[in-house]
């Protein structure tokens, strides 16, 4: 039972945000994870989304505003259902990352920030994500894909369009 | 993913688990896991958390978070009392461009992350321990969870653990994307539902930190070292490496090598030999021209000044560091201006922006060495550049500034007449950026 | 903490432990810059403007955070320093808009005077500069985003020291700028506004001209305004305000209140009101030309001298012939000591009527009388920013006293001051308490029974008896107490609580009341029982000294009609005249004007109100802020006002009321006892010489001018001629004129005449209740809110969610 009547979330992420606040010392600390596991199912941080998180914490909007602002992978505006993120960072730029978002961006036909029109497919370039060491990388929504090339990027992204790769959020059923 | 890599010169110690199913909780067993807290429980309530800070110290391990300092030494500066709870934070926020070494041991051994953070729990006698993971690693945080609540259903989490009498839980936790997070203070601001804004110090995280209260924070790979130390003896792993710089480390060795990959090399190892023998080379044969040897803040070796040893001091005797272990290596088609250009753009992105140096300075190195690569610059311009810097450097309210600034200064300094050359149309290396290209813009 | 001993640029200061460097640098005369750093506000480092050299240490240090310790060298304007602000403002430069010729913070601007101070105009940076559209947040606070040096002191003022939390921070990096509260994307005309108490503390905190006011922005330049300190006029509190004033065609008009030299009994404070609502002042609707009822029945606009020609034969006329006491006289809680002084003496000594009253928005009476005999009980404003622990009962100082609600949150958040509230309501203040205790609905005077001890007033008290009982408990262990009373005790019920308060040692009282000047106006004998000084009407005594007034004044020795019966003489025809000074009886007691068809009617007034509108006289006012005199405040600090603006065709009520003396015959001099006494009172009197009580109390008053090296204004319209009888006859003002002229405020204590035969207070326990509150909150100020436009357009910017914002914020932040 959600201790908030007429939660816009579904059933199982208002079950896990009111145990979430009960985790830490503090409730204000599921903040951040809170707008994240909310962003994954609404698609982005809503208005709506603001003002619940605020309620359950406590919190005045503005402090949910102010901290999701901050952070660089909470978006206030839908994205595609495959959030392509394709680092340029220094390793990756070494080993072509320029050029696999620039293949991205031919083989979606969208710029930098922007989402195809059938919704499928949003493309960002994000700074380092973690995967240097086999460099050039991206992330599909959370699945990192790395050791690409042009032909290999085609690859995935057909399979995503697909619907063969499914991401590790969906994959557990969630 | 990273693909796991091998060389023969690898002294394996944190690697000994990877590859091999670690982590599933059984297999973690087999392989001696959980046998170092029940080694340090073994000591007895009064001995263990004397004989675990004293192991820690006489294996000369150093934090492998950025800065090198002394794990053991940390942990004692913990008061033995507190009014508030203490607790052990793990930084799994690993966003130091050139590092993904944290990845492989969230991916390989987790338990190994929560096997140290409560060996850390009990040493400074915290009850709670948070595993603080960047956002990107959500896939990685799934396989932490995991491992913590198999943990918790072996009874090895949560109440007297293994019949010590001590309790201890962990909880994990998630960023959304920030590269100041990855800073001690700011990591206890996000964990604290809050604006990644570092805190002012002192007080120092050891006396005052998560909460309020006495808190240890560590890199992930400092506390998944904690347990092979534990069993292997504090002296004998700090024989594995030089003089105060105990142990081995995970390199990561990326950019223009043959075979980039995370390798575990001795403390003390030649950079040249990790470069042309464990990573394979310059690829394709070409001549090296630049290395950046410890993630991105650390400013940027010549060919000729890779003669060194992997270790904390040598390097900072070389005027660079050992930093975060991520080694990038650039041949000789590198332009270094577009190099420095897309490494201030990374600072300029992910300055928090609290203080003026700072937020200021990182915005106008960015704008004046894009007007440089474009093609706009003049002579002046470069000295515009070592000014900010210079100016930032010491100056700003964490050391991000003096992360951003450092490598920039290195750019300037050692590759001088490049960007005399790049500015007089003389451009060095081949263009990776594209012509048509988005400066990635922050906010919202 | 204990002293220790540092060296600054070879200078050794001693301080205590602890105390940070910024601060003991300040008062050592070494300035140190900054812009973060705000004394009161949490610590920021963030500017690193206030970089320090300390000896032994790696890396400047910021003087801001540094905390001293014994033995500590610093050093604070060497070349490595001066070079390191220089460099931080080159870069805060790099991307400013240098607008300074049209910038309203031009002239008074920090970041202006420290690019002076620190060379650092000549910028080498090419690139082009961030331009952003100026925001309009409320029709009072507009923001210029590129101007922002992100110091963060809105942001900390608004949600430390107002507990509003309407600013803060979005986005990071070089993108990071100050957002209000209510996103663009959420409002109709899809900008951003301000959902706030609008009290334009952050514009006032703010070191550049980001954050602008909307009263001023584009108005004038701060050099060609004149600044006139002085004490504003809305709540009780009484705050000290810097009026900027222009000339204009018709007199001068006010352009701006701010507080920014902190040096009042409100430090760092100002409310909206204050800060905005002088506007009523230049509203058109001021009269400015005396009216007449013609025997149509219309107001027509006369002369000054057909209209006081009027008054004075009319008022003479009735006097002599159906008697003093079938007139009354209602006086304001906005004119000033002098002013309710004089009319008053004017009622008693020329009209001769006790028939005089105020509107009461609290029982000083009561309260006065429930302190007589004892000293040093009554608090002053400055001490809810310093008592260790303080009992508020009643009221709402975040509506209605603001300064006094800044000051306890303050005193709370810098001296972890315990605060205990009782109240009926759920008071946004109760955020700051220790112990918040919900009083039944009329259950004051059952918890001051309780409080004092006795138990079985317990269930009528309050709802929750366990609550109750932790309360008293609470408030019983306390060494100390600074007991806060709002209007809604009075009479026994204020005594009671004030009784129980006096058995703990060293504790302190106020009554909280409304308006600048409601404790001036019952101090100064508006009252029909008692003259000045809250002294008892009765048979006149020689040998009494609380007979002084009466022997000097002559007046009636029998009370007179308290504001109520006025009225109800009114309606039984035995009211012959009345005289209305700055207030608005109509409407406030909603008395049905026919009452007054047979009575003589003259209202001194700024606007035609309800009460001006039936008037046979019109009489056009100078407000608070185009006067110069005294006011007290709730807490009894005495403060001077001075005239600042102008409006050619009003007069001070001062000068209203000697003229129409004039106008009746009487002896103006022995009114207003100025001037040298030769012409006064018979004996010669140089200046200097030494003469009895009254001998010309302005002679006096101009030999200590004149010593002071002041110009002595010798005219029956000067008040300080009255100040100087006030300063001899009122008991309780004994003041120093010194500190009254140097602009500081001083406290007094009301000084009532312990109460006679034991009669119990001398009113209202018996009768009706003649206190009414008025009720006001932020937004509204009496009848003169009405004419403030600014205040009626900030209506619609009041907080929505009220300004009973709860249960956010946890102790983590
Ligand atoms: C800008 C900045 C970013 C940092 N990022 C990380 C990081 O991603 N991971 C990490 O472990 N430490 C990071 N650090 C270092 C931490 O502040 C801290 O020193 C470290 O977590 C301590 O652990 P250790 O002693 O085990 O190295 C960063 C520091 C700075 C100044
Ligand atoms: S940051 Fe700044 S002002 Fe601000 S005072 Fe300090 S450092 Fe100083
Ligand atoms: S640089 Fe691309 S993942 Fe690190």
């Known amino acids: 039972m959600s201790t908030i009547a007429n939660s816009i979330f579904s059933p199982e992420l208002a079950a896990r945000f009111d145990k979430l606040v009960t985790l830490y010392p503090v409730k204000r600390s599921a903040l951040v994870p809170m707008l994240l596991y909310a962003q994954d199912e609404v698609g982005y941080v809503s208005e709506a989304v603001i003002q619940e998180v605020a309620q359950r914490l406590d919190l005045f909007d503005l402090d949910v505003r102010s901290v999701l602002s901050y952070y660089s992978m909470l978006r206030t505006k839908p994205a595609g259902k495959y959030n392509v993120q394709v680092c340029t960072n220094i390793s990756c730029m070494l080993r072509g990352g320029y050029e696999i978002l620039d293949h991205c961006k031919k083989k979606l036909g969208i710029e930098n920030k922007q989402t195809t029109p059938d919704g499928q497919f949003s493309l960002e370039e994000v700074e380092c994500i973690g995967d240097c060491c086999s460099a050039p990388a991206m992330q599909v929504n959370y699945e990192f894909h790395d050791e690409l090339t042009p032909d290999k990027v085609d690859e995935i992204l057909d399979q995503y369009a697909a619907g063969k790769i499914l991401d590790s959020t969906q994959k557990d059923g969630k | 993913m990273p693909r796991l890599v091998s060389h023969p010169d690898e002294v394996i110690v944190l690697k000994r688990r990877f590859g091999q199913g670690a982590a599933k909780i059984d297999r973690y067993i087999e392989l001696d896991g959980y046998a170092a807290v029940q080694k340090a429980i073994a000591q007895g309530a009064e001995a263990m958390p004397g004989w675990i800070i004293d192991t820690m110290k006489s294996s000369g391990l150093r934090g492998r978070g950025g800065a090198g300092f002394p794990t053991g030494m940390k942990w004692s500066f913990v008061p033995k009392t507190s009014a508030k709870p203490k607790y052990v934070l793990v930084n799994g926020d690993e966003s130091e461009p050139g590092t993904c070494k944290d990845h492989l041991i969230f991916r390989e051994d987790p338990h190994a992350v929560i096997e140290g953070a409560m060996i850390a729990g009990l040493a400074i006698g915290a009850k709670t321990g948070f595993i603080y993971l960047r956002g990107e690693y959500r896939t990685l945080l799934e396989i932490m969870e995991r491992a913590v609540a198999d943990a918790y259903a072996k009874g090895f989490l949560g109440k007297n653990i293994f019949g010590s009498g001590l309790d201890f839980d962990i909880i994990t936790q998630t960023g959304a994307g920030a590269y100041e997070v990855g800073e001690e203070s700011a990591l206890m601001e996000s964990l604290e539902g809050k604006r990644g804004v570092p805190r002012i110090r002192p007080p120092f995280p050891a006396v005052v930190g998560l909460y309020d209260g006495p808190t240890i924070i560590n890199n992930a790979e400092t506390i998944a070292n904690v347990p092979h130390i534990l069993l292997m003896g504090g002296e004998a792993y700090a024989a594995l490496g030089t003089e105060r710089n105990g142990g081995t480390r995970l390199f990561g060795i990326s950019g223009h090598v043959e075979r980039p990959g995370v390798y575990e090399l001795p403390m003390g190892y030649s950079l040249r030999r990790a470069i042309y023998e464990v990573a394979g080379g310059v690829r394709g044969g070409k001549q090296l021209k630049a290395v950046v040897p410890g993630g991105a803040s650390c400013p940027v070796l010549r060919a000729d000044e890779i003669d060194i040893g992997l270790d904390f001091d040598q390097l900072a005797k070389a005027g660079s560091m050992l930093g975060s272990g991520g080694i990038v290596v650039l041949d000789e088609t590198v332009s270094i201006v577009e190099f420095a250009l897309r490494t201030i753009q990374f600072y300029q992105h992910e300055s928090c922006g609290w203080c003026i140096p700072c937020r200021e300075g990182t915005d106008w190195i960015k704008k004046t060495l894009t007007r440089v690569y474009e093609g706009g610059g003049a002579k002046k311009d470069i000295d515009t550049v070592q000014y900010i810097a210079e100016n930032m450097m010491g100056r700003t309210f964490c050391p991000f500034g003096d992360a951003a600034a450092m490598p920039t200064l290195g750019f300037v300094k050692k590759f001088r007449k490049e960007f005399e050359d790049y500015i007089e149309g003389k451009k060095a290396g081949t263009a990776l950026m594209p012509e048509e290209r988005d400066l990635i813009g922050v906010g919202h | ?813």
């Open chain 3, 1 to 813: 903490m204990a002293d220790v001993t540092i060296t600054v640029d070879g200078k050794k200061i001693t301080a205590p432990a602890g105390s940070l460097l910024i601060e003991v640098c300040k008062s050592a005369g070494i300035e140190i810059p900054a812009f973060c750093y705000y004394p009161g506000l949490s610590l920021q480092a963030a500017c690193r403007m206030c970089v320090v050299r300390q000896e032994k240490v790696p890396k400047l240090q910021t003087a801001c955070t540094t905390q001293i310790a014994e033995g500590q060298v610093f050093f604070t304007d060497t070349p490595e320093v001066i070079q390191a602000r220089k460099a931080t403002l080159q870069m805060l430069l790099g991307n400013h808009p240098l607008d300074c010729p049209v910038c309203d913070a031009g002239g008074e601007c920090e970041l202006q005077d420290m690019t002076f101070k620190y060379g650092a105009a000549d910028s080498f940076y090419a690139e082009p500069k961030n331009h952003r559209e100026e925001q309009k947040w409320s029709p009072v606070v507009y923001f210029d985003r590129p101007r922002c040096i992100l110091c963060y002191r809105c942001v900390r003022t608004c949600s430390e020291g107002m507990d509003v939390f309407a600013l803060a921070v979005e986005n990071r990096g070089s993108s990071s700028t100050i957002v209000p509260n209510v996103p663009a994307k959420l409002t109709p005309d899809n900008l951003a506004h301000l959902d706030c108490e609008q009290c334009g503390m952050c514009i006032d905190v703010c070191p550049v001209g980001a954050l602008t006011s909307g009263t001023y922005r584009y108005k004038t330049r701060p050099w060609e305004m004149n600044h006139v300190a002085t004490v504003c006029t809305h709540c009780g509190d009484g705050c000290k305000t810097t009026l900027g004033v222009r000339s204009t065609a018709d007199g001068s008009e006010i352009v701006r209140g701010d507080n920014r030299d902190k040096s009042g009994i409100n430090s760092d404070f100002l409310c909206n009101k204050g800060r905005y609502a002088f506007d009523f002042a230049n509203s058109s609707e001021r009269i400015t030309q005396p009216l007449v009822r013609q025997p149509n029945g219309e107001l027509k606009a006369v002369s000054w001298e057909e209209a006081l020609t009027c008054v004075g034969k009319k008022f003479a006329e009735l006097r002599d012939t159906r008697g003093g006491k079938t007139i009354g006289v209602i006086g304001g809680n906005r004119l000033t000591n002098e002013e309710a002084y004089l009319l008053q003496k004017f009622a008693r000594s020329v009209l001769h009527t006790n028939n005089i009253d105020h509107h009461r928005t609290a029982d000083y009476v009561a309260f006065a009388q429930s302190l007589a005999g004892t000293t040093g009980r009554a608090a002053s404003l400055r001490e809810t920013l310093t008592a260790p622990a303080v009992l508020l009962v009643g009221g709402d100082p975040t509506n209605q006293s603001p300064a006094t609600a800044w000051n306890l949150r303050s005193n709370v958040r810098l001296n972890g001051a315990r605060l205990y509230i009782a109240n009926t309501a759920e008071i946004k203040l109760r955020r700051q308490a220790s112990a918040f205790l919900q009083v039944a609905e009329y259950g004051y005077g059952a918890l001051a029974a309780f409080l004092a001890g006795d138990d079985s007033a317990a269930n009528i008290a309050a709802p929750d008896s366990a609550a109750l009982a932790s309360f008293r408990d609470a408030i019983r262990s306390e060494e100390s107490l600074l007991v806060l009373i709002g209007n809604d005790l009075r009479g026994a019920e204020l005594k009671r609580l004030i009784d129980f308060g006096l058995t703990i040692p060293g504790t302190k009282f106020a009554l909280l009341a409304d308006y600048a000047n409601s404790r001036g106006a019952a101090d100064m004998g508006l009252l029909p029982d008692m003259l000045p000084g809250y002294t008892p009407i009765g048979p006149i005594d020689t040998q009494d000294p609380s007979s002084r007034i009466a022997l000097e004044y002559r007046s009636p020795t029998t009370p007179g009609l308290d504001l109520l019966e006025i009225f109800e003489a009114a309606e039984t025809g035995n009211l012959s005249a009345f005289y209305v000074v700055g207030s608005n009886p109509i409407a406030r007691y909603a008395v049905d004007p026919a009452t007054l068809k047979n009575t003589f009617v003259v209202v001194q007034e700024m606007f035609l109100t309800e009460t001006a509108a039936i008037a046979d006289v019109v009489l056009p006012a100078a407000n608070l802020y185009e006067k110069s005199g005294s006011v007290t405040n709730s807490y009894g600090d005495l403060q001077q006002v001075k005239k600042a603006g102008d409006r050619a065709g009003v007069r001070s009520d001062f000068e209203t009321i000697v003229r129409i003396a004039d106008k009746m015959g009487a002896d103006v001099r022995k009114l207003v006892p100025f001037g040298p006494v030769s012409n006064a009172g018979g004996t010669r009197a140089d200046m200097g010489q030494t003469r009895g009580a009254q001998s010309g109390e302005a002679d006096r008053h101009a030999v200590w001018l004149t010593a002071n090296n002041l110009e002595p204004r010798l005219s029956p319209f000067d008040p300080s001629a009255i100040l100087d009888e006030i300063q001899r006859l009122v008991p309780g003002y004994e003041i120093l004129r010194l500190q009254l002229l140097s602009g500081n405020d001083q406290h007094l204590s009301p000084a009532a005449a312990p109460i006679r035969d034991n009669a119990g207070l001398v009113q209202i326990s018996n009768r009706r209740d003649l206190v009414l509150p008025a009720g006001d909150t932020l937004f509204t100020s009496g009848s003169l809110g009405r004419y403030s436009a600014i205040l009626n357009d900030l209506r619609q910017f009041r907080p929505r969610q009220s300004l009973i914002q709860i249960d956010v914020q946890t102790a983590s932040d």
